[in-house]
């Protein structure tokens, strides 16, 4: 799968299957997550510290597998969207969101690099390009980009269908922690406060025709979500899995040994 056929499996109603690279630096074992059944993985570099070239790195890597590569950026910055496009990036998700001025600059940077500045305003504004000509190379050259948009406060929310009315938006992100924090619950994801906002963003975005992320950590709740609607599954990192699988597999292994 590469962007382009992704963004379509989501236009056509379809779901696709992804998880988060939160620890993980050495590209090495990239191609083991061709054989695990991803669509996608997010590379996180907002709470991660990895360096620009241990990102190209990977993004070179995962290129060659069958698994999108898609980054999250530090902030909802026109720069950092470049940044990770242009060192193999193929979306990037911009966290926290809560502008339309926000939304507008990274729809504009991830759609329609290497425009700039007014030019590139004025096509998220109103379609309009400089040429017919630039209009076609810039969607060759961009077809595979996706666009994801943070909504992690309750700002964000009431703020929400404004930012849905910029064009090229492909997903809505929900950050279960910074937005139960926002809602005053910290990670109390089985209140009702909590619930009702998330499916009011999975609705609104729907509506639009755009799929919604909300990234969980356990199977259970990644279920719950598909059950309201949302389609473009973010489901746990490279650091629950690492600890979930050697916690089962030794947990097993003490308990048999026990029997002997």
């Given at each position: 799968?590469?962007?382009?056929?992704?963004?379509?499996?989501?236009?056509s109603?379809?779901?696709?299957?992804?998880?988060?690279?939160?620890?993980?630096?050495?590209?090495?074992?990239?191609p083991?997550?061709?054989?695990?059944?991803?669509?996608?993985?997010?590379?996180?570099?907002?709470?991660n510290?990895?360096?620009?070239?241990?990102?190209?790195?990977?993004?070179?890597?995962?290129?060659?597998?069958?698994?999108?590569?898609?980054?999250?950026?530090?902030?909802?910055?026109?720069?950092?969207?470049?940044?990770?496009?242009?060192?193999?990036?193929?979306?990037i998700?911009?966290p926290?969101?809560?502008t339309?001025?926000?939304?507008?600059?990274?729809?504009?940077?991830?759609?329609?690099?290497?425009?700039?500045?007014?030019?590139?305003?004025?096509?998220v504004?109103?379609?309009?390009?400089?040429?017919?000509a630039?209009?076609?190379?810039?969607?060759?050259?961009?077809?595979?980009?996706?666009?994801?948009?943070?909504?992690?406060?309750?700002?964000?929310?009431?703020?929400?269908?404004?930012?849905?009315?910029?064009?090229?938006?492909?997903?809505?992100?929900?950050?279960?922690?910074?937005?139960?924090?926002s809602?005053?619950?910290?990670?109390?994801?089985?209140?009702?406060?909590?619930?009702?906002?998330?499916k009011?963003?999975i609705?609104?975005?729907?509506?639009?025709?755009?799929?919604?992320?909300?990234?969980?950590?356990?199977?259970d709740?990644?279920?719950?979500?598909?059950?309201?609607?949302?389609?473009?599954?973010?489901?746990?990192?490279?650091?629950?899995?690492?600890?979930?699988?050697?916690k089962?597999?030794?947990g097993?292994?003490?308990?048999?040994?026990?029997?002997?």
């Open positions: 799968m590469n962007g382009a056929e992704l963004k379509q499996t989501l236009k109603g379809g779901r696709v299957f992804g998880t988060m690279i939160s620890i993980a630096r050495n590209p090495k074992w990239i083991i997550l061709d054989t695990v059944g991803l669509d996608y993985v997010v590379i996180d570099t907002e709470h510290y990895r360096s620009r070239g241990e990102l190209g790195d990977f993004l070179i890597m995962m290129n060659t597998t069958g698994v999108v590569p898609i980054v999250r950026i530090p902030i909802p910055d026109p720069h950092y969207v470049t940044m990770a496009m242009d060192a193999g990036a193929q979306g998700l911009a926290y969101c809560e339309v001025e926000q939304v507008r600059e990274v729809v504009a940077a991830a759609k329609w690099r290497p425009l700039k500045g007014e030019a590139a305003e004025r096509v504004l109103t379609g309009e390009h400089v040429s017919d630039t209009r076609s190379y810039l969607e060759d050259r961009n077809k595979n980009s996706i666009c994801i948009i943070g909504i992690e406060s309750e700002a964000a929310v009431n703020n929400l269908a404004a930012m849905l009315e910029v064009r090229g938006i492909d997903g809505i992100f929900v950050g279960p922690n910074d937005m139960s924090i809602l005053g619950i910290p990670d109390q994801y089985d209140q009702k406060i909590y619930q009702d906002v998330v009011k963003v609705d609104m975005s729907e509506a639009k025709g755009i799929a919604t992320l909300v990234h969980q950590q356990t199977p709740l990644s279920e719950y979500w598909i059950s309201q609607g949302a389609r473009f599954i973010l489901h746990g990192t490279d650091r629950r899995a690492l600890t979930e699988g050697f089962s597999d030794f097993q292994l003490r308990d048999f040994a026990k029997k002997q």
